[in-house]
């Protein structure tokens, strides 16, 4: 008797076991990305509304560290153990991801007709047949500055380049801020911030990138040199030991009420927010002259993509078309204060500084930096020699027209311009 | 008659199958982890990618990373670094490696085990926490190092070491040398400790004290220890790569003044930022590596080690 009670049980236990398995069965969709600083934001907003618009699949988001993601991208996509939808980076590094067959075609997929074509360019074949990507935001450069110390000094916001460099001296003699934050030593801060932020007043952006491209300008060319000219200037604003400064240092000497100008990029916004306790501003880069049209890099930084080896392709493609969608762009752009959606429909955002940044698009031509497209395809890599030599010129130890003069050699030693 | 015997007593001796039998897990599990990897990565160097299929190429790889003035610039740049790094390991850590073991061996030193484990434990702890914890130290802005020269009046020595082109290399090498101390200091600690008492005993009878001691005795009867430090600092340092990676990252700045074959290898190998990994030209750095450690070990084993004059008690 108890015997056959045991049975049933036993028998009831792997049914019931084998029903919990089929309602277990989720689709779950891992995406690789290298934000790890909006893990939080992933976790509880973006995926909490998607998974309620769309019982049946999960969402896991799987971040690691920016300066290791494109390696370990790509040996998990070689090696078949990546995730089902990827972070894409722009430009060259995911179309080399595409060419390779690691990321799928995504131009038919519903909800790509949301998005501008400039928007689209990052994440498509040269050609512009194929696109990749779901483009998911843009970034934007200027400079954030420290409002209580700018109203202690009685310093106007800087509009031209003069103006600014009388704001970095009067900081710099009254002594008790910092002028300028930022650092050396991580090499790309001199670069993203402080080139790719200041150049396009010089090259009048599209217009210069574009010609740089075509061959008719060359790096040596005075526009391309007198952004490192007006760098090799900021050095004495620049805190003690700079040099050995790295990002997360600049960073701090900021939110900490140290410095009072922080060359920065948008996405900072976010975190900038949570950490300082005064009032900040923006401004764009100061233009040359007084009157000059403004120019601002407003740049292609995320995109998302299907991995073609995925096992979930048709809920990944869901979850596509929802990124593609109005409603995922309110809450990333609100959420993500600084990264900026590149969805045609306008998004309301509620943070003062991120409206800041997003108004200069209104009043100034944007640009994308200018080493991103086609030219860091062959080695040596435009842009890693960019981060070497904006460094080296802020340091002081090499001249601006021999730190042009070595990338443009670099630059035509594989990169022949179609004529 | 006996000696037909005994010959074909050999004959039927067994086949001693169970020697192969012990010796084949290790020697599996060394092939498949250690051999096959090599050869795979030899074979690597020896391929091009062309249009997304592996193409064999023949040295082309290697006519590249030493005739194109680009790539072999870079090459000698990490290379010359690399020496660098090797000598100040020579000139640093294995002298202090040998005093402190002399020290330790001294038996009138108290508290010799607390010095033996607090010099040795830097050498347990990961490249990351030694990487972020000397950047912390030697930062200009939240550092220790600042304040504690500006204790003793010599702020103005303090020079934001990491960030110099001229200095980052040495410092670096020196953080390495801190880490590292400990292992020539414990082989040499080892050895002295199996020199026996009568030796010394009997040179103390013949008025060989103190320094002379050391010098004249201690030294020689070590000098096999001191040799196998140095190649296993050689081949370590020719290795290493964690250190600068977590300290300087792939770039291996200020103007790659502190690129090291590790790191120029990782770079290539794996690709950085907007460079897309390239592992044909990775692999052939990594064959240079290679050959260079090979040549380095064979000249030891061939040259030195032969000449080196052993003592028996």
Same mark, same amino acid.
């Given at each position: @008797?108890?015997?056959?009670?045991?049975?049933?049980? +036993? @028998?009831?236990?792997?049914?019931?076991?084998?029903?919990?398995?089929?309602?277990?069965?989720?689709?779950?969709?891992?995406?690789?990305?290298?934000?790890?600083?909006?893990?939080?934001?992933?976790?509880?907003?973006?995926?909490?509304?998607?998974?309620?618009?769309?019982?049946?699949?999960?969402?896991?988001?799987?971040? #690691?560290?920016?300066?290791?993601?494109?390696?370990?991208?790509? =040996?998990?996509? $070689?090696?078949?153990?990546?995730?089902?939808?990827?972070?894409?980076?722009?430009?060259?590094?995911?179309?080399?991801?595409?060419?390779?067959?690691?990321?799928? $075609?995504?131009?038919?997929?519903?909800?790509?007709?949301?998005?501008? $074509?400039?928007?689209?360019?990052?994440?498509?074949?040269?050609?512009?047949?194929? /696109?990749?990507?779901?483009?998911?935001?843009?970034?934007?450069?200027?400079?954030?500055?420290?409002?209580?110390?700018?109203?202690?000094?009685?310093?106007?916001?800087?509009?031209?380049?003069?103006?600014?460099? =009388?704001? +970095?001296?009067?900081?710099?003699?009254?002594?008790?801020?910092?002028?300028?934050?930022?650092?050396?030593?991580?090499?790309?801060?001199?670069?993203?911030?402080?080139?790719?932020?200041?150049?396009?007043?010089?090259?009048?952006?599209?217009?210069?990138?574009?010609?740089?491209?075509?061959?008719?300008?060359?790096?040596?060319?005075?526009?391309?040199?007198?952004?490192?000219?007006?760098?090799?200037?900021?050095?004495?604003?620049?805190?003690?030991?700079?040099?050995?400064?790295?990002?997360?240092?600049?960073?701090?000497?900021?939110?900490?009420?140290?410095?009072?100008?922080?060359?920065?990029? /948008?996405?900072?916004?976010?975190?900038?927010?949570?950490?300082?306790?005064?009032?900040?501003?923006?401004?764009?880069?100061?233009?040359?002259?007084?009157?000059?049209?403004?120019?601002?890099?407003?740049?292609?930084?995320?995109?998302?993509?299907?991995?073609?080896? #995925?096992?979930?392709?048709?809920?990944?493609?869901?979850?596509?078309?929802?990124?593609?969608?109005?409603?995922?762009?309110?809450?990333?752009?609100?959420?993500?204060?600084?990264?900026?959606?590149?969805? /045609?429909?306008?998004?309301?955002?509620?943070?003062?500084?991120?409206?800041?940044?997003?108004?200069?698009?209104?009043?100034?031509?944007?640009?994308?930096?200018?080493?991103?497209?086609?030219?860091?395809?062959?080695?040596?890599?435009?842009?890693?020699?960019?981060?070497?030599?904006?460094?080296?010129?802020?340091?002081?130890?090499?001249?601006?027209?021999?730190?042009?003069?070595?990338?443009?050699?670099?630059?035509?030693?594989?990169?022949?311009?179609?004529? | 008659? %006996?000696?037909?015997?005994?010959?074909?007593?050999?004959?039927?001796?067994?086949?001693?199958?169970?020697?192969?039998?012990?010796?084949? !897990?290790?020697?599996?599990?060394?092939?498949?982890?250690?051999?096959?990897?090599?050869?795979?990565?030899?074979?690597?160097?020896?391929?091009?990618?062309?249009?997304?299929?592996?193409?064999?190429?023949?040295?082309?790889?290697?006519?590249?990373?030493?005739?194109? !003035?680009?790539?072999?610039?870079?090459?000698?740049?990490?290379?010359?670094?690399?020496?660098?790094?090797?000598?100040?390991?020579?000139?640093?850590?294995?002298?202090?490696?040998?005093?402190?073991?002399?020290?330790? %061996?001294?038996?009138?030193?108290?508290? %010799?085990?607390?010095?033996?484990?607090?010099?040795?434990?830097?050498?347990?702890?990961?490249?990351?926490?030694?990487?972020?914890?000397?950047?912390?130290?030697? &930062?200009?802005?939240?550092?220790?190092?600042?304040?504690?020269?500006?204790?003793?009046?010599?702020?103005?020595?303090?020079?934001?070491?990491?960030?110099?082109?001229?200095?980052?290399?040495?410092?670096?090498?020196?953080?390495?040398?801190?880490?590292?101390?400990?292992?020539?200091?414990?082989?040499?600690?080892?050895?002295?400790?199996?020199?026996?008492?009568?030796?010394?005993?009997?040179?103390?009878?013949?008025?060989?004290?103190?320094?002379?001691?050391?010098?004249?005795?201690?030294? !020689?009867?070590?000098?096999? %220890?001191?040799?196998?430090?140095?190649?296993?600092?050689?081949?370590?340092?020719?290795?290493?790569?964690?250190?600068?990676?977590?300290?300087?990252?792939?770039?291996?700045?200020?103007?790659?003044?502190?690129?090291?074959?590790?790191?120029?290898?990782?770079?290539?190998?794996?690709?950085?930022?907007?460079?897309?990994?390239?592992?044909?030209?990775?692999?052939?750095?990594? &064959?240079?590596?290679?050959?260079?450690?090979?040549?380095?070990?064979?000249?030891?084993?061939?040259?030195?080690?032969?000449?080196?004059?052993?003592?028996?008690?």
């Amino acid at each position: @008797m108890s015997n056959r009670l045991l049975t049933g049980l +036993l @028998m009831a236990s792997s049914i019931l076991g084998s029903a919990g398995i089929a309602l277990a069965q989720d689709k779950t969709l891992t995406i690789e990305s290298w934000r790890n600083d909006d893990l939080a934001i992933w976790q509880e907003k973006l995926i909490p509304a998607f998974e309620k618009a769309n019982p049946g699949i999960k969402v896991t988001f799987s971040p #690691s560290a920016p300066t290791e993601y494109n390696a370990a991208l790509n =040996a998990k996509l $070689d090696a078949g153990s990546a995730g089902d939808l990827i972070t894409c980076r722009p430009f060259d590094a995911s179309l080399e991801l595409f060419k390779k067959g690691h990321l799928a $075609d995504l131009t038919s997929l519903k909800g790509m007709e949301n998005f501008s $074509d400039v928007a689209k360019s990052a994440w498509q074949t040269d050609d512009g047949k194929a /696109s990749f990507c779901v483009p998911m935001a843009s970034v934007i450069h200027g400079f954030i500055y420290n409002k209580d110390a700018f109203e202690k000094l009685g310093i106007a916001v800087p509009a031209t380049e003069d103006e600014f460099f =009388a704001a +970095l001296d009067k900081i710099k003699a009254d002594g008790t801020y910092i002028p300028m934050a930022m650092g050396t030593k991580d090499l790309w801060e001199a670069a993203t911030m402080g080139y790719q932020n200041i150049g396009p007043n010089y090259w009048k952006g599209e217009e210069g990138r574009l010609a740089l491209i075509k061959g008719d300008q060359k790096l040596t060319d005075a526009d391309w040199v007198a952004p490192y000219a007006t760098l090799a200037k900021w050095k004495p604003y620049l805190g003690d030991g700079f040099e050995a400064q790295t990002y997360p240092d600049s960073q701090n000497l900021f939110t900490l009420g140290r410095a009072a100008i922080y060359p920065a990029g /948008s996405w900072e916004i976010a975190t900038f927010n949570t950490q300082a306790q005064f009032k900040m501003g923006a401004f764009p880069p100061p233009v040359r002259k007084a009157g000059d049209t403004c120019y601002i890099s407003d740049h292609n930084d995320i995109g998302i993509g299907l991995n073609p080896k #995925s096992a979930n392709a048709e809920a990944a493609k869901t979850f596509l078309t929802w990124v593609a969608s109005p409603e995922f762009a309110s809450i990333y752009a609100n959420a993500l204060p600084g990264f900026f959606s590149l969805n /045609s429909a306008a998004v309301k955002m509620e943070d003062p500084l991120a409206q800041e940044f997003v108004s200069w698009r209104e009043k100034c031509k944007p640009t994308i930096r200018s080493t991103y497209q086609v030219l860091s395809r062959g080695t040596p890599n435009l842009e890693n020699e960019t981060w070497v030599k904006s460094a080296n010129v802020i340091n002081g130890t090499e001249t601006p027209e021999a730190a042009s003069a070595e990338l443009q050699k670099g630059l035509d030693s594989w990169y022949k311009p179609a004529k | 008659m %006996s000696q037909q015997s005994l010959e074909h007593s050999q004959d039927r001796r067994p086949t001693r199958w169970h020697i192969a039998v012990f010796l084949a !897990p290790a020697l599996l599990v060394y092939t498949a982890v250690m051999i096959l990897p090599l050869f795979g990565t030899l074979q690597l160097s020896l391929f091009r990618n062309v249009d997304n299929a592996q193409v064999f190429a023949g040295f082309d790889n290697f006519r590249t990373l030493f005739g194109d !003035p680009r790539w072999s610039a870079s090459f000698w740049n990490a290379l010359g670094n690399n020496t660098w790094f090797f000598i100040i390991h020579m000139l640093v850590q294995n002298p202090i490696g040998v005093v402190l073991a002399a020290l330790l %061996s001294s038996p009138k030193l108290r508290f %010799s085990a607390f010095y033996r484990t607090a010099i040795f434990i830097p050498t347990l702890l990961s490249f990351v926490i030694v990487g972020f914890a000397w950047k912390l130290i030697l &930062s200009p802005l939240w550092g220790v190092a600042p304040n504690l020269l500006d204790l003793v009046g010599l702020k103005s020595l303090f020079v934001p070491w990491l960030g110099k082109e001229e200095y980052a290399l040495t410092a670096l090498s020196l953080i390495s040398v801190w880490q590292f101390v400990g292992i020539p200091m414990m082989l040499i600690y080892a050895a002295m400790l199996s020199i026996p008492d009568e030796v010394i005993e009997a040179a103390e009878c013949d008025g060989v004290t103190g320094f002379s001691q050391f010098w004249k005795i201690q030294l !020689p009867l070590i000098l096999p %220890s001191i040799g196998i430090i140095s190649i296993l600092t050689f081949v370590g340092n020719f290795n290493a790569f964690d250190l600068i990676y977590s300290a300087q990252g792939a770039l291996a700045g200020p103007n790659y003044a502190t690129d090291i074959l590790g790191t120029f290898l990782y770079r290539t190998f794996f690709g950085f930022q907007l460079q897309i990994g390239d592992k044909n030209m990775g692999a052939t750095i990594a &064959s240079m590596m290679f050959f260079i450690i090979l040549a380095g070990v064979c000249l030891y084993l061939f040259l030195i080690q032969t000449r080196l004059r052993r003592y028996q008690f």
